[in-house]
């Protein structure tokens, strides 16, 4: 029985496959999706507005399953059940260390993410022109700006124009307020002279379209039950559902894609991991969005012989050029003007409400003792649980009293610091491991560089002058930053770029060696700037589809 | 803006669902915590906790510890919060926590003997108090009693993890999360940036 042949195969339905599937449905094409885990139901699934004591663990999880340790980290979770995959399908080169939370929900990691928004300017696009370190991208900022302007209406961030060198303003909703704590540390920052401004966040300050605005319950990163920011499953799939383009199929685990006999790319070989059975699936195009590393792995996992290391790699460039942000806590402490004052409700968002937007190296490339810059989260205040109680001394009527004084008072600081490409950071597959379905697991090659540890000391510099100029006391510094991974803001595995000697893909995240193999993820992306990557790879996907429908209406595929 | 009527109205009722979704059976004390407001508390008698990790001595061991960390004073504390109940489900799930805390409790036990005659639980309050003081405060630290200090931090952590997560403790704190809020939260003292001139605290 011959089989059916859709137009294209998207795989993975968080930024970059949703937009993608988006795009292509609407223009008509037929589309099959595949994600690896379940579709969520928001109001059954998310459990964002349970008090802790409604949970069983209390929010903190099993601990035969979860660390207590780690409560905020991805892992089988009381509020969100079985959206987080909880197997390890990568192993680490000795002296790496790395953790790669996956989540396999339709929509991945878009129904769970911090929202901040800011986008890529030219001072990213053209770093290496002006420090001189690595290549440019093969985009400028004038060629992505009117696809940074439809995504921001398409998704609605709230914000300010802000007129920074190294931060293209776009189209904004009105901004989140400013709480006591960002008043206080904006004037503290205003002293040391760096910015201290709304960050730009895809979170809903007034409705749009149909989706309704927030209402700053907080627990936005256990999932939104009203679809008030910006996620996959409610902003992109429901338009290419109703255009009855679409065929999603869950549980579909994409193992390798199957080639024909001249090496182009005929379809996907997935497991359903319910039966385990292996299926395969044929399209005229196929879109990979499975997240950076989780692309590279099944790019590298399908070998033939034509591609003896992997599709689309005659480069060698496959699994090369991993970059990350290094996350960690510059600064913590509290502010003492804000002790025993009354309770404010300043966890509406989950953070992101402000942010230190680059400022370093911006007048010259070469300012500082590194290149490049990195940005900062500041945040604090009432959360649900009392986070600094380490800090307070002894027990009884006295700590108990200190505890509710303290409780509007503490303050952090997170850096989000760009790493530089690197020959030693890569991935490939590991010979000798396979995960539960008897996949070829991945095997990541990480370390910090030089720049970015330069970076991560400068942060913690900077960050503690902020908060002692604002009048607040700083009590903890990291000893070092978080684990590489932490930030799950891996990219450049795939990179972008017009040789194809040298790069992966080319501008339109099409593969050089394979016309019809298209990527749609931050694999794609050059380098990892101070900026997150989901709204840029919303808008490269966006464009990345768009050429892929004019290559249908052309022909070409 | 007749559109987020109807969504405040769902949001509403949201809000409602899942502060009735409380399905959890089984804990006397956060049952009835969540239930009942503090004076009422006072008048009723739960039936006893029957733990499932902690023989009844160490047991009660833990529930007095608790006690002293967050007491019940002007308000609640950790013993009507039933945080030991809560040590205890934790302990249950976990193995090497049940090591450290069965082994601090014996520790506890032993050093109380050494230094007092007694059991911990035999002793008069500020006994007690006087031979946690120098597991609690740098100042009082005394050589020789790490395997004590490392225990003092392990209790008081998840004394503190157990009374900040019921309804009493978020009470306690007057947390404002969770709730519906019609624009983000805005900083009330706009004139006073710096927040030099708040009105003094309460407390």
Known sequence: ???????????????????????????????????????????????????PWDLKYRGFGDPQTHSASEPDFPGPSEYVHGAWETEHVHTTAPGTDWVWPRCSAVGGKTNFWGRSSAIFGDIDFRAASLDGYDVDWPVTYAEMAPYYRRVEQMVGVASTVQNRPSNPDGIYLPPMNFRCLDMILQKGAEKVGVPYLPDRISQLTVPLGTHPACHYCGNCTSGCDVG????????LLPAAEASGNLELRTNALARNIVVDESGQAQGVAYIDRQSRREFEVYGRAIVIAASCLETTRIMLNSKSRHWPTGIANSSGQLGRNLCDHLYGIAASGYLPQLVGQPSFPDNVSDSSIAWMPRWQNLLHPREEKFIRGYSVYPDGGCWEFPSYQDEIEGFG????????????????????????????????????????????????????????????????????????AAGGIVDFVADHPESPGYSQHEIGTCRMGNDPRKFVTNRFGQTHDVANLYVADASLFVNVTDKPPAFSILTFSLRTSEHIVQQFRDHTH | MAGQNIERREILRILAVAAAAAGFPGFQKWAFAGAHSHSSLAQIKPTAYRPVFFR?????????????????????????????????????????????????????????????????????????VALLEPLAYKAKYRAGEERGRDFFDLIREYTVMGFYTTEIGLKELDFPGLRFYSESPACPHQNDPEHRHLPSPNL
């Open chain 2, 56 to 128: 009844e001595q160490e047991y009660a061991l833990v529930e007095r510890l608790t006690d002293i960390i967050i007491p019940s004073d002007e308000t609640p504390g950790a013993r009507e919060a039933g945080v030991s109940e809560f040590i205890d489900l934790m302990a249950s799930r976990d193995t090497s926590l049940q090591n450290r805390f069965r082994a601090g409790l014996m520790w506890l036990n032993n050093h109380s003997r050494k230094r007092r005659g007694k059991l911990f639980l035999a002793l008069a309050a500020e006994e007690q």
């Open chain 1, 228 to 235: 008030a920011f910006f996620s996959a499953p409610y902003f």
């Open chain 1, 397 to 468: 009527s006295s700590f108990k009293r200190e505890i509710k004084r303290r409780y509007p008072a503490p303050i952090s600081m997170m850096t989000q610091i760009p790493t530089l490409t690197s020959p030693q950071n890569f991935v490939d597959i590991d010979p000798q491991a396979v995960d539960s379905y008897g996949v070829p697991t991945l095997r990541v090659h990480f370390q910090w560089g030089a720049n970015e540890l330069a970076m991560w000391e400068h942060s913690k510099t900077m960050c503690g002058e902020v908060m002692r």
């Open chain 1, 1 to 51: 029985m011959p089989h059916r042949i859709y137009d294209v195969i998207v795989i993975g339905t968080g930024a970059g496959g949703g937009m993608a599937i988006k795009t292509l449905c609407e223009a008509g094409l037929k589309v099959c999706a595949l994600n690896s885990g379940r579709r969520l139901d928001p109001h059954k699934d998310f459990r964002s507005h349970r008090m």
